[in-house]
């Protein structure tokens, strides 16, 4: 009779666990239903989106890199839903190396990044659409970007036309004008005239004209287009900068670095120009640094400083002199940061990932 009971009471626990589990099972079964319900109103609303971009677009998992959906110009560049992003639109057997997805989870924050591949450059962008699904769209940008670059090439040639125009033409003019009062000078005094002394200032004013005509045209010339132009120039802003301002500034390049590429010279010198003067509007520095270095075939340029740093990064960040440095440096195919050095001051990073020609 007890054994009896003892079954009877191990067959009504056992069979109220079962009755639990299969509750939970059932549970879990409606919840992954209608997660999954959820998922594919997510991914076709998502669907529609991308189908409406104006660019290759794609969803994509996380921790597999697997395409979930592909808008129309994806699919044309070779996207195939179910497959990895980096073996049919990349067409590699590893993550591209530029890829930015992993970042964009670190961070929790959306990412952007401009490269050239196979000869096409694409501004690409990053950024979390739920917990398991991210979007990944790139524009083709190259056109845009030869137009900037023939933008900024016309832009310094007129300043060079402007330039050499003062030079030989203003220039030379002053130096006529400022003869002929000298020798004016010379026969009122010999001859005790009065109006001596009138033509003497005259002169001294002729000869500040002429080198503020100097000036003017060096600054519209500033880099001459040889192999070591961009070093003669930075050598020279640094000791223009001290003479101007007040303030130690020095260059300093180890080894020689030479860059044939015109435009990525001419760019480089003005980075390091507004580098250089926001250093001493912002930061009050004793001391200013511009170092100029190749390494593993990249060119790195720094401008950095002892001062104060920026108060306000945040709105520094988004000023024009920022965004002008910036978009100097993509003409080139470079990249540009201003960050706080941790010993106090400011330092500002150009890099050029291939030495240009």
Known sequence: MKDRLQLEELLQRKGAELSAANARLQQEIIDRIENEIRLRQEIHLNRILLNNMPCVAILVRPGTREI????EMALKAGAVPGKQCFATLGQQKDPCPWCLASRLWDAGEAQQLEVEVSGVMWDVRWFPVSDNLYMRYASDITERKKLEKSLIETEERE???????????????????????????????????????????????????????SRMSKGLLPVETDKEGLMAALDELADHTEKIFGIPCGFKCDKPVTVRNKTAVVQLYRIAQEAVTNAVKHGKPGNVEILLSEEHGKILMIIKDDGTGIPEMSRYAGGMGMKIMKYRAGIINGSFDVRRDIGGGTVATCILPDKPG
């Open 68 to 71: 979930i959906a592909a808008n």
């Open 159 to 213: 300043r060079r036309r402007i330039g050499q125009d003062l030079h030989d033409g203003l220039g030379q003019l002053l130096t006529g004008i400022s003869f002929k009062t000298s020798g004016l000078v010379r026969k009122l005094e010999n001859s005790c005239m009065e109006g001596a002394e009138d033509a003497a200032a005259i002169s001294i004013l002729v000869d500040k004209a002429k080198k503020e005509v």
